[in-house]
């Protein structure tokens, strides 16, 4: 059964209009990539770094991941609970807590097919290696958690009401991109920073700290995503099953 439901819910995220923004997600860091490297004349260098650093940090952990992640992630689960198919899908010998993962799981990976190799590439690109400062590997990291933890807040965000994509926006543009910037307590409950914390386990060098200095150390950032994957799981299958109850408003 939980192949079938990955199976339906593959395709059901794989629609024309989704695809248009994943290649979005996925051609503009690379596009970016490529204008710097052939108009700015630089080398291997702090400057490269930062740029790449800045470009992974302020476009794709800020912006482009989360809107993807969210259109993916609301739609997983969300789609079908606006169109009724979801009475069908409640009805099955399925656990609501496998449902759930299932979801999360399917729209993970398809955001962390289109985000992270498009993270290392354009880092590639910028950096002009593929080793230098472990800094490919320690974004494609970082974008790689920050893909499943952000899925998973968005489909159990769906699970809970259907104007996810309202409350998500909200989310990403007030509490990610503005609050946690400019309020470094509220850091510790932020999916970009769990994120940019794993990026240490690759990303230690000492040249590499002059401009990759993460506010979360990689424990602190572990600790963090794992609770708020296990959160996330939790509260969408608490959701999922006081939606045989009643009606959502």
């Known amino acids: 059964m939980n192949r079938v439901l990955a199976s339906l819910t593959f395709r059901q995220l794989l629609g024309q209009r989704r695809n248009f923004l994943l290649l979005l997600v996925a051609v503009l860091p690379i596009g ?13 260098s702090r400057e ?10 302020a476009m794709t952990l800020t912006i482009l991941l989360p809107l993807a992640a969210l259109i993916l992630g609301s739609a997983a689960l969300g789609s ?13 010998p399925i656990s609501r807590w496998r449902i759930i993962a299932v979801k999360i799981a399917v729209s993970s990976v398809v955001a962390t097919l289109v985000v992270v190799p498009a993270t290392m590439v354009a880092t590639w690109i910028i950096h002009h290696s593929p080793t230098a400062d472990g800094l490919m590997f320690g974004l494609g990291l970082s974008t790689l958690v920050a893909a499943v933890l952000y899925c998973a807040v968005f489909v159990a965000l769906s699970a809970f009401t259907n104007r996810a994509i309202i409350v998500g926006l909200l989310y990403v543009f007030i509490w990610e991109a503005f609050a946690t910037r400019f309020f470094s307590a509220l850091r510790w409950l932020s999916i970009r920073e769990y994120a940019t914390g794993w990026g240490e386990v690759f990303i230690s060098s000492d040249e590499s700290a002059i401009y990759f200095d993460p506010y979360l150390s990689s424990s602190a950032s572990l600790v963090g995503a794992c609770v708020a994957f296990v959160a ?9 099953n006081r939606f045989e109850i009643g009606e959502r408003s």
């Open 232 to 240: 996330a799981n939790i509260f969408g299958a608490r959701c999922l």
């Open 80 to 92: 079908e609970i606006e169109d009724g198919t979801a009475v069908f899908l409640l009805t099955k």
């Open 32 to 44: 970016l990539a490529l204008i710097y490297r052939f108009t700015e004349e630089t080398e291997l």
């Open 48 to 57: 490269t770094g930062e740029f790449a650093v800045g470009m992974a940090d």
